[in-house]
Antibody, heavy 118, light 113 residues
Framework: EVHLVESGGGLVQPGGSLRLSCAAS????????MHWVRQAPGKGLVCVAR????????GYADSVKGRFTISRDNAKNTLFLQMNSLRAEDTAVYYC???????????WGKGTTVTVSS | DIVMTQSPDSLAVSLGERATINCKSS????????????LAWYQQKLGQPPRLLIY???TRESGVPDRFSGSGSGTDFTLTISSLQAEDVAVYYC?????????FGQGTKVEIE
């Protein structure tokens, strides 16, 4: 069965950093683009970062560009999101999602919660 | 970025009745290369992650009940629940994957009347 399990969320002060992880299983991880999608409390879904199968190509939402970095370790079937210079508006549940080419998301993790507050 | 706008923001429907959700894209998401609309629909129940319902605007994902159907082309799309069940209470999102970044509508909350 296909699974995505996020971890690494928590409470962090403004200006701080966090690294999220997403462990994948049940499919050939290295064959699929992957996404990080966030959902602020009571709000909708926003794709904040995406990465190609081999990690050579990535894209970011304008709101996180220059602060967040997406990466992957295909040998360990793991997706990462390094989040620096965190702001209150980054508070959200962060989901990792498997891309079904050419761009809809067919598998989602349960999410990990990031709270940025002093 | 392509802007996706859903209507209404919320609706209440009686059990067994039809629910209709609309989604409009700011530009056409019909691709000339394959004549397909790059549009997906998701269901998100309270406290759960989104679940893929429909892709290519009208293709149901495996395991999705056939009371869910998608239609439309170009810039205007519709998700229809033909006979609303209690377990369909959720927020529904459309998403375009025609261009990067992929973008979602703001969501439509479906409740029981």
């Amino acid at each position: 069965e296909v699974h995505l399990v996020e971890s690494g969320g928590g409470l962090v002060q403004p200006g701080g950093s966090l690294r999220l992880s997403c462990a994948a299983s049940g499919f050939t991880f290295s064959s699929y683009w992957m996404h990080w999608v966030r959902q602020a409390p009571g709000k909708g879904l926003v794709c904040v970062a995406r990465i190609s199968t081999d990690g050579s190509s990535s894209g970011y939402a304008d709101s996180v560009k220059g602060r967040f970095t997406i990466s992957r370790d295909n040998a360990k079937n793991t997706l990462f999101l390094q989040m620096n210079s965190l702001r209150a508006e980054d508070t959200a549940v962060y989901y990792c999602a498997k891309d079904h080419t050419p761009g809809y998301m067919d598998v989602w993790g349960k999410g990990t919660t990031v709270t940025v507050s002093s | 970025d392509i802007v996706m706008t859903q209507s209404p923001d919320s609706l209440a429907v009686s059990l067994g009745e039809r629910a209709t959700i609309n989604c409009k894209s700011s530009q056409s998401i019909l691709h000339n290369s394959n004549n397909k609309n790059f549009l997906a629909w998701y269901q998100q129940k309270l406290g759960q992650p989104p679940r893929l319902l429909i892709y290519w605007a009208s293709t149901r994902e495996s395991g999705v009940p056939d009371r869910f159907s998608g239609s439309g082309s170009g810039t205007d799309f519709t998700l229809t629940i033909s006979s609303l069940q209690a377990e369909d209470v959720a927020v529904y999102y459309c998403q375009q994957y025609y261009s990067t970044p992929p973008t979602f509508g703001q969501g439509t909350k479906v409740e029981i009347e």
